[in-house]
């Protein structure tokens, strides 16, 4: 599935998580999959690394870029890795010196930014109070997340707004879930703020596990058509997009959630 | 995401996000939450209308043939949501389109809840007079921005029909009922492929020029993105006021609540709509149709936009059709809560 990704030319893809397999099983063949890909040139693979153990194990690997993940709620901090975001933020700093000097680009999630399970509203202030940290303590780019999608156009202008006054938008992306059908409505306000890193998964895949059987991430293909129609340079090669994306629904016997691929497919 | 484990307990159910959380709750009329106010995004529009028109576009495209009683009930259900427009039925002869064969029982079936109106498709003037006689008291004419579309969906010219149109609304203002116009193929065209805006300003301007008080854009085959929905609204509001536009946004390519955002910046503050997302699409099998009410319900609540209408019970109008039609939602929105 990453080769063909990588043939149809995205520049980034996130390969695998290096997370104890008790936790996440898809994910227990971190190391066989970080070796078996292609690494295209010009296409970065970075991975996810919870803690330092992960970071160890992920460079042992040949990563050459890895992700941390913070919240900007401290409820579902507790609840997903049990700290506090202050003390998350301190385990994460043992990774980001190390990741320094080792010329390993670090890429900084922040969850919760639109909305929480656990808190619900979440202040634009705490989402820039978090990146502020993140960005300082040396991650290239933020990606800010609304996890359980509740977020709205207004709200994602508002987060960024305030986002913005701490973190220069060029290190910015937004990671926006389409489980209420707000993604691409929420991605185009980020657009018109400034923002030009945008997160997406082919074929939508991943659902929401706080509310089973709605979707999760926003569909690749159904974004890259958006930005295609406004003339905005993506660099991918739409027709290989979809074929990954048929290759992962098969492969999973699941249907698509990419609303492009449902409607090029049965023409 | 993080490590988020697969099965997540204790965290608020999405009733419960809804009762304490107002930013995703529904508007209550004529008021606004302060939280919504400060979130409110300066340019747009404070009211929304909502043309819901599930019972027609929406069924006129499922293949199961709702019975009359069930089209009625969701009708009435449909009523009492707050919505102030829903298009009930279209007067089209049953050979072309045997979901509506019942237009009159439907249309004199149906209770007229006071302040919601009920328009009715007129493809000419026989069912016109049809739908006066039932009871109809405001009407839609369906012009189209592609001749080839034109042709082989009404089996006449654009000028052809628009003269056929003219008849209608002309008896219709003769009777004092309003009519509003419908320009398909606003942002391509299943046959001819791209559409410029200019005969979409121009087959407008007719439509206006006959007297429709309302001119509905429609994104037909759902292939518009943001930057075509702009520069079309552009042609067309140098011709004819945002105030008597409206945008009908297909979701075929998922493109339609990000079209519908641009439209309500530039101004326009009537948006056309499906409960559950009614409706596939007769030019790509298998795919969706109108943009579902409830989503767009939620991105307006969300923006602080005012509606009137209540995201309950259009989600409950929503999973009554879809029973009755056996699918599934289209609506994100009726997903995520029913198993939250």
Not at chain 1, 1 to 22: H, N, R, W, Y
Not at chain 1, 119 to 138: D, F, L, R, T
Request: aromatic fraction near 6%.
């Amino acid at each position: 599935m990453i080769d063909m990704l990588s043939e149809a030319g995205l520049p980034v893809i996130e390969a695998t998580s290096f997370v104890s397999p008790k936790w996440v099983p898809q994910m227990a063949d971190h190391i066989e999959v970080l070796k078996g890909i292609q690494k295209f040139p010009g296409i970065n693979y970075p991975v996810l690394t919870p803690n330092f153990k992960g970071y160890q194990a992920a460079v042992a690997a040949g990563a050459k870029e890895v992700s941390i993940f913070g919240a900007a709620s401290e409820l579902f901090t507790k609840k997903n890795i049990n700290c506090s975001i202050d003390e998350s933020l301190q385990r994460f700093d043992q990774i980001l010196k190390a990741a320094q000097a080792a010329g390993i680009p670090v890429r900084g999630y922040v969850s919760c930014v639109l909305g929480c399970p656990y808190e619900g509203k979440i202040s634009p202030a705490k989402v820039a109070e978090v990146s502020k940290k993140m960005y300082s303590m040396g991650c290239y780019e933020i990606s800010l997340g609304d996890t359980i999608g509740v977020g709205t156009p207004g709200i994602m202008k508002d987060m960024l707004s305030a986002v913005m006054q701490e973190v220069p938008v060029a290190a910015l992306a937004v990671h926006c879930h389409d489980t209420y059908g707000q993604a691409l409505a929420n991605t185009l306000m980020a657009l018109q703020m400034g923002v030009s890193v945008v997160d997406s998964s082919v074929a939508g895949l991943g659902g929401c596990p706080y509310a089973q059987g709605a979707s999760g991430n926003l569909a690749t293909e159904d974004l890259v058509y958006m930005l295609e129609g406004l003339g905005i340079h993506t660099g991918v090669n739409f027709q290989k997009l979809l074929e990954a994306g048929n290759f992962i629904c098969q492969a999973l016997n699941r249907k698509t959630s990419s609303k492009v691929a449902q409607a090029t497919c049965k023409l | 995401m993080g490590n988020v484990p697969s099965a997540v307990k204790h965290c608020l159910s999405y009733q419960q996000l809804l009762r304490e959380h107002l930013w995703i709750a529904d508007a209550v009329p004529g008021a606004l939450d302060p939280a919504q106010e400060a979130s409110q995004v300066s340019g747009l529009p404070e009211y929304v209308k909502i043309v819901e028109v599930g019972p027609r576009d929406g069924l006129q495209n499922e293949k199961v043939i709702v019975p009359t009683d069930i089209k009625i009930e969701f009708i009435n259900q449909l009523s009492q949501t707050g919505l102030s427009v829903i298009e009930v039925t279209s007067f089209v002869s049953s050979k072309w389109v045997p979901q509506m064969a019942d237009h009159t029982e439907v249309m004199k079936g149906i209770r007229q809840y006071p302040g919601v109106r009920y328009p009715v498709l007129t493809p000419n003037l026989q069912g016109f007079h049809r739908a006066v006689a039932a009871g109809a008291t405001e009407i839609s004419v369906f012009g189209a921005a592609s001749e080839s579309f034109s042709k082989k969906n009404i089996n006449c010219s654009i000028e052809e029909s628009m003269e056929k149109f003219e008849e209608v609304v002309k008896s219709a203002r003769h009777l004092n009922i309003p009519a509003r116009g419908y320009v398909s193929c606003a942002l391509g065209c299943p046959y001819e492929g791209s559409i410029t805006p200019q005969k979409v300003t121009e087959v407008s301007k007719r439509l206006y020029g006959i007297g429709c008080y309302e001119i509905s854009l429609g994104d037909t085959i759902g292939v518009g993105t943001p930057g075509s929905m702009k520069t079309m609204l552009e042609s067309v509001m140098k011709e004819i006021p945002p105030t008597a536009l409206a945008v009908h946004c297909h979701d075929t390519y998922g493109q339609a609540l990000a079209n519908i955002l641009t439209a309500l910046q530039m101004g326009i503050n009537v948006v056309d709509s499906a409960v559950s997302g009614l409706g596939g699409c007769p030019y790509a099998k298998g795919a969706s149709g109108n943009v579902a009410t409830e989503d767009l319900i939620y991105m307006l609540n969300g923006l602080g936009l005012n509606t009137g209408v209540d995201l309950h019970k259009v989600m409950e109008a929503g999973d009554f059709i879809c029973k009755a039609v056996n699918k599934t939602t289209n609506s994100k929105v009726a997903q995520a809560s029913y198993y939250a």
